[in-house]
């Protein structure tokens, strides 16, 4: 998947995650009717000027929307296995003082 189609997945994906139109999204950064839907389309890429202001509107960071695994539609061409073990090595790493210490009580 190309860079312009993952900015595309993360865009539609973010938008409908903060519960926005494409109208309404397009109204948030001051632009034309229907910029959003060119943009979901293909049809155009916004500026870095408008990356920023779209970033502002849905509360995200720029690399989130160049991100290859931040929506489903793009962790579905991601490896599957590879997004599973990194997302358990995160949870196990995060769990692991609450285990360790929970251990600790049991056992005193």
Do not use: W
């Amino acid at each position: 998947m190309d860079l312009k189609q993952i900015f595309i997945n993360n865009l539609k994906f973010y938008r409908k995650q903060k519960g926005l139109t494409q109208n309404e999204l397009t109204l948030a950064i001051d632009k034309s009717y229907n910029y959003i839907n060119s943009v979901e389309q293909g049809k155009m890429m916004p500026s870095f000027d408008v990356i920023e202001q779209l970033c502002m509107v849905l509360q995200i960071k720029p690399i989130q929307l160049f991100d290859d695994r931040a929506s489903p539609e793009n962790i579905k061409t991601f490896s599957k296995e590879e997004y599973i073990n990194e997302l358990s090595n995160k949870l196990f790493n995060k769990l692991k003082p609450l285990i360790s210490h929970e251990i600790r009580n049991t056992i005193s």
